[in-house]
């Protein structure tokens, strides 16, 4: 089994990375782990938190993959309102953006949804984006993580990235799960 790290109110990690955690939270996001990414942000405060993820070999400015797992806290939208969100905002910084269709689920009982976005060309720094966004609507927050590719400029009616990365990607995102010491049928990992 991969080792995962927890999100509580604020983020916790299992292992050896241990992030700041909110003393009554009891919700939790279980978030896979990935061997040797570091972390290169990580902000909590009561509104929520975020921390961003990268691979071995890279830096905080020169990253092409990063995972970014988000809370927020006291924000009522919901999965879809949040991936069509992120489409809209997407499109209004990029040349040529597009997105895949939303997928609605459930984990642990809680909404839950992924949707693709392509940025073909950022109209800050010229680049291409490609990003998996999975959002899950827990009881204490909406929870956010983000698997993003950046590179080349690319035209965003084809995939920069192969098939078998975002299959990975998929598989990470099918092992998110939300858990809550306060109910039974939420149990944690």
Request: overall charge neutral; aromatic content about 8%; charged content about 20%.
């Amino acid at each position: 089994m991969r080792t995962r790290w927890r999100m509580m109110a604020a983020v916790t990690a299992l292992g050896p990375l241990t992030w700041g955690a909110a003393a009554m939270a009891s919700e939790r996001l279980e978030v896979p782990q990935l061997p040797g990414w570091q972390v290169v942000n990580s902000v909590s405060d009561h509104t929520g938190e975020v921390t961003e993820l990268i691979p071995p070999g890279e830096t905080a400015d020169s990253w092409t993959r990063r995972v970014t797992v988000q809370a927020f806290r006291g924000v009522p939208m919901t999965v879809s309102g949040f991936l069509d969100q992120v489409v809209q905002k997407t499109a209004e910084v990029c040349e040529g953006a597009t997105a895949g269709p939303p997928s609605m689920g459930k984990v642990s009982g809680a909404d839950a949804g992924t949707r693709t976005v392509a940025c073909g060309q950022y109209k800050g720094d010229g680049r291409g984006t490609f990003a998996m966004h999975f959002v899950v609507r827990g009881r204490e927050a909406l929870y956010v993580v983000t698997r993003l590719w950046r590179g080349a400029p690319f035209n965003p009616k084809t995939m920069p990235i192969d098939a078998a990365e975002l299959r990975e990607w998929s598989d990470y995102a099918a092992d998110i799960n939300l858990c809550d010491s306060r109910d039974p049928n939420r149990p944690c990992r």
